[in-house]
């Protein structure tokens, strides 16, 4: 079959929906599908290779002496017998509780091959050889497996279930050699020749299947994002196969590098029915919104939520003169001072799944830091905020918009203030600094799981409340997947 990284890449293509059984009460934050689109890609995808693998694979060499009547003891050998081509006519795949059956059928295979005999008559008084070489047409090849997954630890196991080749016909095409020759080889060898085939082509399944196992097994638990943050990719509970689908789950939350364990404050709600709005997409995948939560209260913790602002596109904010209207006892108190402004999120943003986009409410403290004076007032605020996820390469990413804000004294040094007054500057604040840099964190991105050597193409999102759902196509990048 074909290399490792190709069958790790078009399996994890059937990235997950919802699945029903749960295992030690464990949840899939991550989950999608594959539809009969994808599924029939996959399987294209994966035969073209197959193919291609057979390409010059070699089948062992076979001998047989046999008496020929008027000629007397001949040993005859065939070796080098190569794969020249093969070719597939007509194939299908179905999923159901027993495992994925793909069965191909209608093929075609041309092979090349070395023959030699050397034969001992009683007529001369010494044996008789001769060799040449032959081409062989193999017909009516059919090739079936039957393949499962198992979780074995937050990784997959592959199960081989069943698998085989038949071989209906075939033919021989000697050149030189006597006639009886050709007719003595056909008699000792078709069936070996058909078994060698069948042999090869089954010995290839299992070698493929136990490779593909192997790197599955072997893929990480987490994906590492930067210094600060692991996004938990181990599978949840066995794949689900139903009659369209087979279905995966994967944790899908974030944790800090230093943390052991994933958060466990966050319980996940079952994903109802969706359909990508009658697209005909291969693929859905869909991210619970404990996934953007679990993302939120890692970088808050990190303290990636803090920044002490020097300089503002409107810089004379930054000098007690410019509030002298808004906040008199400041200027009388500190005139012509420069400030610095301490922002902080005072609690993890929380984020929320609509049924139009994704919401968010963030909390946050604005200290007033006055040169020579220090700490002098803090300003709450109080956000409401949207954005809109968008596919970027393999990652779902997105930009925040402020809807609307609040503001209330939290406390102050200089006394009461004029918090209507103060509206306008903290709207100028929150739109030129602080959305900025929160936009900057989740330009960044989410990964979604595991598509090497693959892209999306013609991606659309949907929001099903808890639930952000990715439906695309994909492609496979073979300049990739090669390099």
């Known amino acids: 079959m074909a290399p490792n990284m190709f069958f790790v890449s078009l399996l994890l293509l059937l990235i997950p929906t919802s699945v029903s059984l749960r295992l030690n009460g464990e949840e899939g934050f991550i989950s999608g599908a594959i539809s009969e689109k994808g599924l029939d890609y996959a399987k294209d995808l994966l035969i073209r290779e197959a193919m291609s693998s057979l390409v010059a694979l070699q089948l062992p060499q076979i001998e047989k002496s046999a008496r020929v009547r008027l000629v007397g003891k001949c040993k005859i050998v065939l070796s080098n017998i190569t794969f020249v081509d093969v070719n597939i006519t007509s194939s299908y795949v179905k999923t159901g509780e027993r495992g994925i059956v793909l069965i191909a059928s209608g093929g075609t295979a041309n092979l090349s091959m070395n023959w030699s005999y050397s034969c001992s008559t009683w007529l001369l008084p010494v044996s008789v050889s001769d060799s040449g070489n ?8 059919q090739v079936g497996l039957t393949i499962n997954f198992e979780n074995q630890e937050g990784s997959l196991k592959l199960i081989l279930l069943d698998h085989g080749c038949y071989v209906e016909d075939l033919l021989i095409k000697l050149k030189g050699g006597a006639s009886w020759l050709y007719q003595r080889i056909v008699d000792l060898f078709e069936g070996k020749i058909a078994s060698a085939v069948e042999d090869a082509i089954s010995g290839k399944i299992r070698e493929g299947i136990l490779k593909l196992s192997s790197s599955l097994q072997s893929l990480p638990k987490e994906i590492s994002l930067g210094e600060t943050a692991v996004l938990n ?12 689908s087979i279905e995966f789950e994967i944790n899908g939350l974030f944790t800090g590098k230093k943390e052991i364990l994933v958060p466990q ?5 079952p994903e109802t029915s969706f359909r990508c709005g009658g697209l005909s997409k291969m693929i859905k995948i869909s991210l619970h919104e404990d996934v953007l939560n679990s993302a939120s209260l890692v970088y808050f913790n990190a303290g990636y939520m803090q920044w002490m602002v020097d300089k503002l596109p409107d810089q ?19 005139p ?17 799944v609509t049924s139009q986009d994704i919401g968010a409410t963030i909390h946050v403290d604005i200290i007033v830091d006055v040169e020579d004076a220090g700490e ?3 300003i709450s605020v109080d956000i409401s905020a949207s954005c809109s996820a968008e596919i970027l390469r393999n990652d779902i990413a997105g930009s925040l918009r402020l809807n609307g804000f609040s503001t209330y004294l939290k406390w102050s040094k200089i006394g ?3 918090m209507h007054l103060i509206q306008l500057a903290v709207s100028t604040i929150l739109r030129t600094t602080v959305l900025p840099l929160v936009n900057w964190l989740l330009s960044g991105g989410i990964p979604l799981p595991y598509l090497h050597g693959f892209t999306l193409q013609n991606a659309h999102t949907f929001y099903n409340a808890p639930w952000i759902t990715v439906c695309s196509d994909v492609s496979f990048l073979r300049h990739y997947y090669l390099s």
């Not at 990719?233 to 369209?244: G, H, I």
């Not at 404050?265 to 709600?269: D, M, Q």
């Not at 012509?336 to 929320?352: F, G, R």
């Open 134 to 141: 032959a081409f062989v047409k193999v017909k009516g090849m």
């Open 233 to 244: 990719v181990s599978f949840v509970n066995n794949p689900v196969l139903t009659n369209s």
């Open 265 to 269: 404050c966050f319980h996940r709600e």
């Open 316 to 334: 004379a904010l930054l000098n007690t003169a410019a509030w002298r209207f808004i906040v008199p006892q400041l200027y009388k108190k500190y």
């Open 336 to 352: 012509n001072k420069d400030m610095e402004l301490n922002i902080s999120v005072s609690s993890p943003p929380i984020i929320q």
């Open 376 to 378: 002098v007032a803090c």
């Open 416 to 418: 009461p203030l004029r």
